[in-house]
């Protein structure tokens, strides 16, 4: 698969590459087209930094299975948090990327291309932003956050 082009995206500490052709969730996924209705998912730079050290991941969900958006498809652990993975689309599961058998290195090496979670063929969830509107998302929470710890830092 090309490379696609990127724009920087830089916030207080937080620095990322995101690829313009790439759709994101809400939910800091991303979601790239590899065939008409074929659709990776993966987790966005903010969400892994979010996740901390990744130690397992697994799916739940059987390949060829009906799922939509906020499905439950398995979950992530790591030394944070164990967290629920969500479907980010409407059709049909494909299965889990199977290089995370052999390690999770892949999702915070490369985590917009070789660092995929898993596949769906479908439509993407309408609540999907393109990249501009994924950066207002970022800036957002960013600053929620900036805020937060500015208030606990004065109390």
């Keep these: ?38 659709w990776r998912v993966g987790f966005t730079k903010f969400a892994l930094r979010m996740l901390g050290e990744l130690v397992d991941v697994q799916f739940d969900r059987a390949a060829g299975a009906a799922v939509q958006p ?37 999702l915070t090496r490369d985590p917009y291309a070789a660092g995929w979670l898993y596949e769906f063929t479908g439509e993407p969830d309408p609540r999907c932003l393109d990249v501009n509107a994924y950066q207002d998302l970022l800036n957002a929470t960013i600053d929620r956050i900036l805020a937060k710890q500015k208030a606990e830092d004065t109390a």
């Design 70 to 106: 906020g499905d439950i498809l398995g979950s992530i652990e790591g030394f944070k948090a164990v967290s629920d993975l969500f479907c980010v689309g409407r059709g049909t599961f494909v299965g889990g990327n199977p290089a995370l058998k052999d390690g999770l290195e892949s």
């Design 1 to 38: 698969m090309a490379v696609p082009p990127t724009v920087l995206y830089k916030r207080a500490t937080f620095v990322t590459q995101l690829p313009v052709t790439h759709l994101y969730a809400p939910s800091h996924c991303w979601l790239a087209r590899t065939e008409a209705s074929t």
